[in-house]
């Protein structure tokens, strides 16, 4: 039986809770009652509280017309009402940077103390209308988060509400409270961009609230402002501590501090273990630069050794008595027998000789310049030899204009040819010069004879360290299918 009436209850509760869902809020104020400042509210009094109450329990947006109505009643009855005087101090502005509807809030916690108290003293009125108004904003109930008022209720936790009110001289009646950058206290060298805000509190003259500011690390002298946010916006690094100071005194007297500690990490490229690794590794880098260019020098040095030692051998052979010899056996037999083919002959040994000695300092020529110096040379071994010594040249004249050699250095193929093989008319020697933009190649059958010519200490090998001078690509030469093959690069 007991069941079955608590069963019937709470249906019976259930559809009340539904009406009353249903039924929509009229508020306290009587739809008869016009509200202008000319009606006679004193006959309201009754309603003064129940419309208090009415807009702390209820959040802002629950119906914004009705909310004004029952803030214009109670606004209405205060002017008309001489028992009730509500201060509006200056922190005021502050409820209401945070929403206008706390004016209202405050406003109305006052008049409910005097009404509950009968207590009409400003501090104790003005507590109550404090404290209305920030458990207001604590009930979730529409008012944005604000750091002002997130302070005060700081300030009430500590049991403190009341310091804001007293005016003695060693009162403690100011507070600041520094808003950190970040929840955490150490930063990359990159994370170097600060923005540091503050709030002061201070209700008995909130006017004349001073602050000041300084960095010590960075600047350590004291920095006064009227500003409530300061910006470092490119710190070095290193250790820093902000500190910020109020009072309402000039001289900053009973000043209070908020303080915040951060550090800006080292770039690994100023730390000592970098620089010592840095400073090692520029030594290391100048020692090995330092030898591989001793080394290159040694080389450059004995190439050049090579290069003149070449020169002078070169030298000597074109004077050297059997050169000579054969040259003016020849010439003599011109004389006799060909007397304008003597003339010739002595113009182009004349012009061997000058070109050989017009151009000692030059390293590389074109392959047109050289081979117009081995015109020469083949003219006078031609002279001797006739149709014995036969030179195919393939080269194109592109070639020959765009590419260059080692200076000397195709004459000294062609005159080794010469030296180590049959020339005559039974076994003529055919000199082959071929040519693509890589490399020059230089051909001939190989018909060595019965005894060979001393080397004069010019070799190929010489050719080929001169060749290390100017480039990586290596002179090639050797027996291929019974022909004496040699193959210079082009540059």
């Not at 100023?270 to 090692?280: A, R």
């Amino acid at each position: 039986m007991f069941r079955q009436y608590r069963l019937i209850a709470y249906i019976f509760l259930t559809l009340l809770s539904t009406v009353a869902r249903a039924t929509p809020d009229q508020g306290v104020i009587p739809d008869t009652l016009v509200l202008n400042q000319r009606w006679n509210y004193n006959n309201y009094t009754h309603l003064v509280v129940p419309t208090i109450n009415w807009l702390q329990d209820h959040p802002i947006d629950t119906n914004s017309s009705l909310r004004t109505r029952h803030n214009n009643f109670m606004m209405y009855w205060l002017q008309k009402n001489e028992d009730v005087v509500v201060q509006m101090p200056e922190y005021l502005l502050k409820f209401q940077n945070a929403s206008r509807e706390l004016y209202f809030i405050y406003t109305g916690g006052w008049i409910k103390y005097v009404f509950k108290t009968k207590d009409t003293s400003k501090r104790n009125c003005s507590i109550a209308a404090v404290k209305s108004v920030l458990n207001y904003y604590e009930g979730n109930n529409g008012i944005p988060q604000n750091d002002y008022m997130d302070h005060l209720l700081t300030i009430r936790n500590m049991g403190e509400l009341e310091n804001l009110y007293d005016s003695s001289d060693n009162a403690r009646n100011t507070y600041i409270f520094l808003k950190p950058p970040a929840n955490r206290h150490e930063f990359e060298p990159n994370e170097n961009y600060f923005n540091f805000q503050y709030t002061g509190i201070n209700f008995t003259n909130t006017r004349a609230l001073h602050y000041r500011y300084k960095l010590e690390g960075f600047y350590d002298k004291w920095i006064n402002t009227n500003e409530e946010t300061i910006t470092f916006p490119n710190l070095p690094y290193g250790t820093y501590t902000f500190r910020v100071q109020a009072s309402i005194y000039p001289d900053f007297t009973h000043a209070v501090e908020d303080s915040y500690n951060f550090t800006i990490a080292t770039p690994f490229y100023v730390q000592s273990w970098f620089i010592i690794l840095f400073t090692l590794s520029i030594i290391a880098i100048l020692i090995g630069y330092t030898r591989w260019r001793e080394q290159q020098l040694k080389k450059i040095a004995s190439l050049q050794h090579e290069k003149v030692l070449f020169e002078y051998e070169y030298l000597k052979s074109q004077v050297n008595p059997h050169f000579l010899f054969n040259s003016l056996n020849t010439l003599t037999s011109l004389i006799d027998s060909k007397p304008k083919a003597a003339i010739d002959y002595t113009d182009h040994l004349s012009d061997l000789y000058r070109n050989m000695l017009a151009h000692p300092d030059k390293n590389l020529v074109t392959l047109q310049e050289e081979l117009n110096i081995l015109k020469n040379y083949i003219y006078i071994q031609k002279t001797r030899f006739g149709d014995a010594l036969i030179i195919d040249d393939k080269i194109t004249d592109q070639i020959k204009q765009e590419k260059k050699v080692l200076y000397l250095a195709v004459q000294l193929l062609v005159e080794n040819a010469i030296k180590h093989n049959v020339v005559s008319q039974s076994q003529p020697l055919t000199i082959k010069l071929e040519a693509d933009n890589n490399q020059l190649v230089v051909t001939n059958p190989m018909q060595n004879k019965m005894s060979k010519d001393s080397g004069n200490g010019m070799g190929l090998e010489n050719i080929a360290k001169r060749y290390a001078l100017f480039t990586k690509r290596p002179v090639i030469f050797g027996e291929e299918q019974g022909n004496f093959v040699v193959k210079l690069p082009l540059l």
